[in-house]
């Protein structure tokens, strides 16, 4: 598909929100509900500016480039917390692209190159773009700023870091003393307590873990004896608390160390929070089916519930009726392709077991509730789509989401759409799907891909309710976006305030598989500008 795109640097998408904590390059203000750490700004593209990448690249992946590569290259390191890529040595336009406090990439030359809009020089990196080296870049990786960032640099994987719900929380510069702590936390209460937020929380408090965190990892170099000896970059390093996390906000964490009898969290911007005033969040095992490992074939089944879901077959009297057997939650099973309707219930043949149904109601008033849920292969392309190329195609009343190259599937999975239920035609985009909670309908290419990013709902840095570092988040319109929930694992089920929740697992997995690909050492990457074609996300009702 050649289709001119909209780039845009996204915002964040949470269950009760979606967008991006940070100002995107140019001062555009972020968007939406839900938001990521990137962005909110647009721009149309035209056809002649988007460099395609070979049809090799659709089966590359992303999982290599979140470490850089042990070699002796020069490299420039980021600071941030917005170190921006540019294009041309220019801040005209939009970026390209982004990288993360931290961690660097290598630079295609060390010659430094004059432009406007830099106090420092630009750097031409590798593949492509420039870094200015101001305030929020270094060439020097020995720089203590730096090399504390880097000390909690994302891992590779879904589980870039560990996760904790926040019941409210002093983030110190430094571990403090016991009569320090006692002073700073007394508007806190008690510690290990933990009380339900109300109805505004419903879905961001289902992973966590009735256990404390335990110490797992050695002190900070930086953190030892109580000091700090590493800088704190734009933070009051004079100050000993440096922020406070709400109560209902998500923590990423990169250490749990032991220091005055007491647990403590290291976060990737190298604050200190005291474990036993947030929560561990469990992690999620879902994932969907890939159909390169399985011989599991299109038209499946899927049981979205969280409870076994009845088998059926026919008994001495002919009518349909419970086994004793289920269908596992959150799993698939094939089906025939023909359906049966009986008592009110619409029945599905078990391909590989005859005999045996599983059903669902009949009553088109309760599609939206459900348990059973249908996913059947495309027999058509999109419009546009070449027979070589992905897409992706999402289903909100089914909550089903399917990868394919051309007509062939690749994978399929379940994801959490908008609790609003389906949008009505009427609805404007994006406040209206912002205000309802629902997810936008239309042929979206992917406009700006992020591997870890704070999201929330408010513009500049956020104080009211952020989800720490949330990975893998590609956006299909800002504020929309397609993204990992860590905070849930009741994926099928409508639970986003507009975005598309995906499981870590199959996260990871869609951001390596779809276009553009995120060059080595870069932490976010936008559509066109030479940065190649982008994969194409179809969403419907069903």
């Not at 339900?196 to 965190?213: F, R, T």
Request: proline residues 9%.
């Amino acid at each position: 598909m050649r289709t001119p795109l909209a780039l845009v640097l996204p915002l964040v998408c949470f269950t009760a929100a979606c967008g991006s904590t940070g100002s995107p390059p140019n001062d555009l203000s972020d968007l939406g509900s839900e938001r990521s750490e990137q962005a909110g700004a647009s721009e149309s593209l035209n056809k002649d500016e988007i460099k395609t990448e070979p049809r090799a690249a659709a089966h590359e992946t992303n999982a290599k480039s979140a470490e850089p590569p042990k070699d002796d290259r020069p490299r420039i390191g980021a600071l941030g917390p917005h170190t921006w890529i540019w294009k041309k040595p220019s801040r005209d336009g939009l970026a390209i692209g982004k990288m993360r406090i931290g961690t660097s990439v290598p630079l295609k030359s060390t010659q430094p190159v004059d432009g406007p809009g830099c106090k420092g020089k630009w750097y031409a990196i590798e593949p492509r773009g420039y870094v200015c080296d101001d305030n929020t870049a270094t060439l020097d990786l020995e720089d203590p700023w730096y090399k504390a960032l880097a000390y909690s640099a994302p891992k590779p994987g879904e589980w870039p870091y560990r996760y904790a719900h926040s019941n409210g929380a002093p983030m110190y510069g430094r571990v403090p003393t016991p009569d320090e702590w006692k002073n700073a936390e007394r508007e806190y209460g008690p510690v290990n307590t933990w009380k339900p937020l109300g109805a505004w929380a419903k879905g961001h408090e289902e992973n966590i873990v009735d256990e404390p965190i335990k110490a797992s990892d050695e002190v900070p170099y930086f953190l030892k004896d109580g000091k700090r000896t590493a800088p704190g970059g734009n933070y009051n390093t004079a100050a000993l608390v440096w922020k406070r996390i709400p109560a209902g906000s998500m923590l990423a964490y990169s250490r749990a160390f032991e220091m005055h009898g007491r647990v403590w969290l290291l976060t990737p911007d190298t604050m200190v929070v005291p474990a036993d005033r947030v929560s561990h969040m469990k992690l999620s095992t879902f994932q969907g089916v890939h159909f390169d490992k399985s011989d599991m074939r299109l038209p499946f089944a899927w049981n979205r519930s969280k409870e076994p879901l009845p088998k059926y077959k026919r008994g001495a009297d002919g009518k349909l009726a419970p086994t004793g057997d289920t269908l596992a939650p959150k799993t698939p099973v094939e089906i025939g392709e023909s359906q049966i309707e009986e008592n009110g219930m619409v029945f599905f043949e078990l391909r590989k077991e005859p005999g045996l149904f599983v059903g669902k109601t009949a009553d088109a008033a309760k599609a939206l509730d459900v348990e059973l849920v249908v996913t059947r292969a495309a027999t058509a392309l999109p419009k546009g789509i070449e027979s070589d190329e992905k897409w992706l195609e999402a289903k909100i009343i089914n909550g089903t989401l399917t990868a394919y190259v051309g007509l062939e599937p690749v994978m399929t999975t379940l994801f959490s759409p908008g609790k609003g239920g389906p949008p009505l035609p009427t609805y404007k985009f994006p406040e209206d799907h912002s205000k309802y909670a629902t997810t936008a309908l239309g042929n979206f290419p992917l406009e700006w891909k992020e591997r870890v990013a704070t999201m929330s709902n408010e513009k500049g840095e956020p104080k009211v309710l952020w989800f720490t570092d949330v990975p893998h988040q590609q956006y299909l319109r800002a504020p929309l976006a397609m993204h990992v929930a860590y905070w849930h694992e009741d994926f099928g089920k409508r639970k986003s305030a507009e975005c598309l929740n995906v499981s870590p697992l199959d996260g990871q997995w869609l951001f390596g598989w779809t276009l553009p690909v995120l060059p080595e050492g870069w932490n976010a990457v936008g559509a066109g500008q030479g940065n190649g074609e982008s994969t194409v996300v179809f969403v419907g009702t069903k």
